[in-house]
C-alpha cells in the first residue's frame, strides 16, 4: 500500500495491499519521478476531490487514452472513440465523489469507461435499427406535400420546442444559439457572455437530455 | 495535456467547474447505516410482541431459527454486494455474496416443510392468513427498498437492475426477517408459497423500478 500526501495536506493510500515498507509518499503536485503513472493518476484524482484544479485537469488529460483503450477493446468504432472520451469525462466529474483513493483509480476510471462504450454501442443499434438503408426507400416515401407527412413534421417540430423549452437555462441558451441560430462558438460566447468551454459542455448535455427525451436513449 | 483540443476544451470546462466533493462513505458503512434503519424497526417490534413466543417456536423447532439466520444473513450479505456495486470497479462477483445465506434460508425453510411435529404455539397457516404475510412483507420492503435506492442514488451502480435485484432481495429478506418476530405460523407449504411469491414480487419491482431510478448514471 503506498501512501500518497496531495498537495492540499490530505493522505492517502493507494494500491490494494502490498507491504508496508513500500509505501511512499507522493504528492499530487510532484507525482512524478518516484510513482508509476497509474499512482500519480490516484494521488491527482485524491486531489481532485479535495478541490484542486491542475490536478484534476491532470488526471483528467491522463484518463483520455485508458478510456480510449477500454471503448476500442469494447468495440466502439474508431469515429466514436471520441464521444465515448467525452461522455466518460462528464461522467467522471458528475461520480468523482465515488472515487476511494484506497483502490486503483484505473479499475475506476475502466468500469465507468466500460459502461459508456456499452451505452453508445447500444445507441448506436438502436439507431442504426430505425434508419432505413433500402435503395428504393426514396421511391417509396411519401411526398414532401403529403398532408399526413407535414402533419408529422409539425408535430415533431412542436416536441422538440416543447423539450428545448423544458432544459435548463444555459443547456436551453446554448441549443438556441448554436442549433438553432447556426452561431459559431466564438459567436455565441460573444452573444451571452459565457466562455465557449461552458457553452460547449452546456450544448453536449443539452444534445444528450434532448435524445433522451425524444427517442428515450439515455 | 490531451491530446485532442475538442476534449482539452471539455477538460478546461470541467476544471473550471471543480469544487471539493465529500467522499462517498465505505460501502460496509453504508450497509451498516440501512441496517440499523432495520434494527430499529426489529427493535420496535420486540418492545411490542416480546421476545418470548418467537424463542419459543425456536426452541420447539431448530429449522424455524436457522431460517430465520439464513434470512439475516441474506440481508446483511445482498445489502452490502447492493452498496459495494454502486462504486464503480468492484468485482461483478459481490453479487453472489447472499447466495450461501439465501441457500440457509430456503433449505431450512424447506425443512420445516417436512416436519411431522408442529413448532409450540404456532398453525399452519390457511390461504387467508398467508396473505397477511404477503402483505406484511411487501409492505416492509417498500420503505426499505426506498431507502436503499435513496442511498445508493448518491453513487454510480453501473450495474444498475443487478444492483436494484440486490435491493430487492435485501428489502425482501429484512422483512421476513421482521415477521418472525411475530409470526405465529409453522413452517408449511402454503407459508413457504407466500414468502417466495412476496420474494418475488419486491425484487421483481426493484428490478423494474429500481433499476429505472439507478441508472441516471
Known sequence: MSLLTSDTGCVLYDGIAPPLDRRVHVSAENASDDASPERRRAAWMAAAQAGDRIAYERVLAGSVVLIRNVA???????DALDDVVQETLLTVHRVRHTYDPARSYDAWLAAIAGRRAIDMLRSHGRRQRRETHDEF??????GRDDASAASERAQEASRLRAAIAGLPPGQREAVEQMGLKERSLAEAAAETGRNTGALKVNLHRALKALRGRLHGDS | MSSDPRHQVLIDALGAELTPVRRLPAPWLRTLGWLL????????????YGPAPML???????DLAWAAAGAVLTTVCAAWAA????????SRAWAWLPLPGALLWIGASGFGC??????????????HQSTDCLVFIVSFAIPLSALMIWLLRRACPLRPVLTAILVGLASAAASASLLEICHAYDAAAT???THAL???IVIGANAAMGGRLLSRH
Do not use: E
Not at chain 1, 72 to 78: E, L, Q, S, T, Y
Not at chain 2, 37 to 48: G, K, N
Open chain 2, 198 to 200: 412476496a420474494l418475488g
Open chain 2, 83 to 90: 452498496f459495494a456495486l454502486g462504486v464503480p470497479g468492484r
Open chain 1, 137 to 142: 426507400a426514396l421511391d417509396q416515401l411519401a
Open chain 2, 37 to 48: 434503519v432495520v434494527a430499529a424497526i426489529a427493535a420496535a417490534l420486540l418492545m411490542h
Open chain 2, 114 to 127: 417436512l416436519r411431522t411435529w408442529l413448532a409450540p404455539g404456532t398453525s399452519i397457516a390457511n390461504v
Open chain 1, 72 to 78: 476500442r477493446n469494447r468495440g466502439v468504432p474508431m
Open chain 2, 56 to 62: 419459543r417456536r425456536w426452541a420447539g423447532a431448530p
Open chain 2, 191 to 193: 407459508d413457504l408459497l
